[in-house]
């Protein structure tokens, strides 16, 4: 069976985000593997940056700019934090190229 390209392997209950469920430790991993629709907000975030960082000139700054967001990102406790927070960051990288 075919997967998408980045995307890590499935969990037992089907969830896959960008990185492997199976080995997520911080509490943001977690409670993205925790909910389909954090899981798929993270591959499509993966989409996005890979697609700015593509037809940035500047790509250091999308770097720097991402490393930020992931540290903001980090900091949320609860799966509403983690949700606006990727919203946002979706919404930037989309509308920056």
């Known amino acids: 069976m075919a997967r998408a390209a980045n995307v890590g392997p499935r969990r037992s209950d089907g969830i896959r985000a960008s990185f492997d469920c199976a080995k997520a430790e911080s509490l943001v991993e977690k409670i993205i593997c925790s909910n389909q629709m954090l899981a798929d907000d993270d591959v499509r975030l993966m989409s996005s940056y890979k697609a700015a960082m593509a037809a940035s000139p500047d790509k ?38």
Do not use: E, F, P
Request: net charge positive; with cysteine.
């Open 60 to 97: 250091a700054a999308v770097k720097d700019a991402q490393r930020v967001w992931m540290a903001q990102r980090n900091a949320c406790t609860t799966l509403d934090c983690v949700s606006r927070a990727y919203q946002l960051r979706i919404k930037q990288l989309d509308t920056s190229h």
